[in-house]
């Protein structure tokens, strides 16, 4: 892919879990890269794990010593703004504060030179809010990486509403050549894949207050083929990430549904790291064990918000969880975030451990066949409520005849 765009200088701002993650692909892309942190310590402490790291892959014969202090000496330190300013590409790799975003923007817009560009690697803020605050929008855009960075393969190439097309095309290149798979979303809430993600663990999280356990919805998505159900996933993650972002922002904090990980986090249960969370950890283990207490805190909290609580069987949560996946595709599509269905399921294929082998959330809904799946979503907008009314995509292409796969750029 050509482009205008002579990437070979990059810069990283940021040295926590995904900016060490981001850095190590640049640099074993063959890319020269500057890394800036505001706490010296964590760029000490990043540089040691992307050393280690690479000192690992050569003792698992995956790379040989030259190869590893080949991509060591690729990376350098930068101590302040001034020592990036001649950088092709800066990625920022910082906590998801828009204002703290737009400070750090506002301050590369005026010290990079005129033809860089600059990224965000925020998994769900509005990249036209972070542009605005430059006087180069038409050069800012996202990327966002998925953690972590140098091992997952996808990649949300972000564009903004003023991102020229040669910026868009320059960051699929290199995002090529760091040998993702990219996929161009377009700018909202959550991009493709955590837009989606939404839907689906609010599905969940619905499903443990009315009557499942954490377990028996993991197991049932697991079932299907999941890399991991929800709970699971929340617990890898780490509980705590939501919970501590709802506190700072002040919003969200009493919701319904975020009230057994307020009680988990309370407990100090943040997920493996701690050694528990929705699930028990051995030291030094990763393998989820249940943990009855955590049902009798699901049940708790349940009552105490009123719910009358049932059994729930295991096709039940299969089909809210992935209905809810599919509509919220749907509407994306429509709305062209993503053009066309295909590039959803690469999303969730690479980037959320959805089964390869069914091919992808939107793949499945069109062979269920889309007039049956229809009918499936208006029965549970009868049963829970308006926010399952079926995607006025959906309608249109089963009154037509045609499939998610027969849509470019929101049309048929």
Known sequence: MSTPYNIQQ???IGAGTMGRGIVISLARAGLSVLWLDSDPCAT???????????????????????????????????????DIAEADLVIEAVYESLTLKQDIFRTLDSTLKAQAILASNTSALDIDAIAAVTRRPEQVLGMHFFSPAHVMKLLEVVRGERTSPAVIEAAQALGQRMGKEVVVAGNCPG????????????????????????????????????????FRMYDVIGIDLEWRARQLADKGTEAPLVQVDNALCAQ????????QGYYRYAPGSREAEHDPQVDALVLKVARGLGMHRREIDDEEILERCLLAL???????????????????DRVYLHGYGFPAAVG????????????QLLARLERLQGLFGEHWRPAGLLMRLVADGKQLADVREGRA
């Open 326 to 344: 599919v509509n919220e595709g749907a509407k994306i599509l429509e709305a062209s975030v993503a053009s066309c269905s295909a590039d959803i």
């Open 360 to 371: 992808g959330p939107m793949r499945w809904a069109d062979q269920q066949g889309l007039s």
């Open 44 to 82: 000490d402490a990043g540089l040691a794990m992307l050393a280690q790291t690479w000192a690992q892959q050569v003792a698992k014969g995956r790379i040989d010593q030259v190869t590893a202090d080949a991509c060591l000496a690729r990376v350098r330190r930068a101590t302040a703004y001034a």
């Open 10 to 12: 990059a810069a990283v």
């Open 268 to 275: 100090g249960r943040f997920g493996q790291k701690s050694g």
């Open 191 to 230: 991009f493709i894949g955590n837009r989606m993600l939404v839907t689906y663990v609010a599905e969940a999280r619905k499903l443990l207050l009315e009557g499942a356990t954490p377990r028996q919805v993991d197991e049932v998505l697991q079932a299907f083929g999941m890399a991991m159900g929800p």
